[in-house]
Every structure is written in C-alpha cells, then in structure tokens.
C-alpha cells in the first residue's frame, strides 16, 4: 500500500501505525523491506503506551527509477510464467491428440481383423 501511495504520487510521506505485538513486527518487517530497497526513507518514530508504533516514511528520490525496474522484472517473470503454462498445455494436448490417436488405430485394427487381435 506505501508503495501504491507513492507511485501515485499522492503523498511525500506516509505515516505506517501498528498497535499490538504481532501488527508491529509485521509493520517493521515491511518498512525494514521498503527502506532496504531504498522506496523510502524513515524520517520519524513513535511509541505509545500501549505496544503501539507509528513511523513516518519519506519517499525516496530514486522511488520511480527502483519501482520502474521491479516492474518490469515482475512484468518479465509474469510472462515468463504465462509461455510456461502456454507450453505445457501445448504438450497436454498433444499428448493427448497422439492418446486419441493411438486408441483409435488400435480399435481400427480390431475392427479390421478381429480375430488377430483376440490371438494377440
């Protein structure tokens, strides 16, 4: 959601609350992510009494330029996946054309000779 927030440019900073134990480990896994890849910056901390944290995240000056080149690595590995699946459902049909195909031959010769295919 920061990151849409920002490729939106709708905001410069955003503010990232998490109250409870779990809902701030998860919130400082992700903003530890985001500032790793340099989407932004940490410009403010708070702590409430209750286990309660809000960071303030700054958009970073090479937010477009890092999130441009994951896009087109994610869009790259998107239709890598796609021409997979296209060619093992290619494969699947031809293996079962060539199934059909065999079954078919096979009830065609014992049309054909029907007591050759009893002896076999």
Do not use: M
Request: charged content about 40%; proline content about 2%; hydrophobic content about 35%.
């Amino acid at each position: 959601l920061v990151k849409k927030i920002f490729s939106e440019n709708k905001h410069e900073t955003v503010d990232v609350t998490s109250k409870g134990r779990e809902s701030i480990n998860t919130a400082t896994r992700v903003i530890d992510v985001l500032v790793r890849y340099n989407y932004c910056e940490i410009t403010c901390i708070r702590t409430g009494a209750q286990p309660r944290l809000t960071v303030t995240l700054r958009k970073s000056d090479q937010f477009e330029v890092i999130n441009d080149e994951f896009n087109a690595v994610l869009e790259t590995k998107r239709q890598q996946r796609a021409d997979e699946r296209a060619k093992r459902a290619e494969e699947a049909k031809q293996k079962a054309e060539a199934d059909e195909a065999a079954k078919k031959e096979a009830a065609d010769k014992d049309e054909a000779d029907p007591i050759a295919a009893k002896d076999e």
